[in-house]
């Protein structure tokens, strides 16, 4: 059974630096598409970068300039580094695995079951 | 940027059928994904590849996907379906390359 467990600072200040980690337990690592999505306080899902051993990453472009994610294939775990955050980075953020099974689409079958972020002077 | 448009709310009763829509341009020519969300935890795949169901997920819930318009049905709904439902697509030539629906809560009266 393919589990992610994830973990991280909940508080912030602003200009401060979010880092998370999401360690996946079962499964194999690098078929996939590791993901962060985020969700601020009663809005929507959005989608904010992932990884793949293969392919490299892809960031949402409002956050290219301060995003990073980064694996780390000896322990199974993924990164996420957010720079310089503000506010609005406020927001619960799940890690999860995107299977593109075919079609050149892939869905996330998977996800870790959230950290809650809080940037606040 | 490609744009999902879902309604807001969508309100059935008991043994009814849901249905929520997930407007995006040409969205018939992709693959669409459905997370079923409950308050205080993360989204759940219910539907994947327009119309397939994952293990797991009840034979109650359906999608179809044609034109500019994909539907998530629920059929015989129950109090338990009440949540919040997300579309999504996964589309490499898009920038960004993976976008997910405004989302739509639906309630059971």
């Known amino acids: 059974q393919v589990q992610l467990q994830q973990w991280g600072a909940g508080l912030l200040k602003p200009s401060e630096t979010l880092s998370l980690t999401c360690a996946v337990y079962g499964g194999s690592f690098s078929d996939y598409y590791w993901t962060w999505i985020r969700q601020p306080p009663g809005k929507g899902l959005e989608w904010i970068g992932d990884i793949n051993h293969t392919v490299g990453t892809r960031y949402k472009p409002s956050l290219r300039s301060r995003i990073t994610i980064s694996e780390d294939t000896s322990k199974n775990q993924v990164s996420l580094k957010l720079s310089s955050v503000t506010a609005a980075d406020t927001a619960v953020y799940y890690c999860a695995r995107g299977f593109l099974e075919y079609d050149s689409s892939a869905y996330y079958d998977y996800w870790g079951q959230g950290t809650l972020v809080t940037v606040s002077s | 940027s490609y744009v999902l448009s879902q309604p807001p709310s969508v309100s059935v009763a008991p043994g009814k059928t849901a249905r929520i829509t997930c407007g995006g341009k040409?969205?018939?020519?992709?693959?669409v994904h459905w997370y079923q969300q409950r308050p205080g935890q993360a989204p759940r795949l219910v539907i994947y590849y327009d119309t397939d169901r994952p293990s797991g997920s009840l034979e109650r819930f359906s999608g179809s996907n044609s034109g500019n318009t994909a539907t998530l049905t629920i059929s015989r709904v129950e109090a338990g379906d009440e949540a919040d439902y997300y579309c999504q697509v996964w589309d490499s030539s898009l920038d960004p390359p993976r976008v997910f629906g405004t989302g739509t809560k639906v309630t059971v009266l």
């Open positions: 040409n969205i018939g020519s992709k693959s």
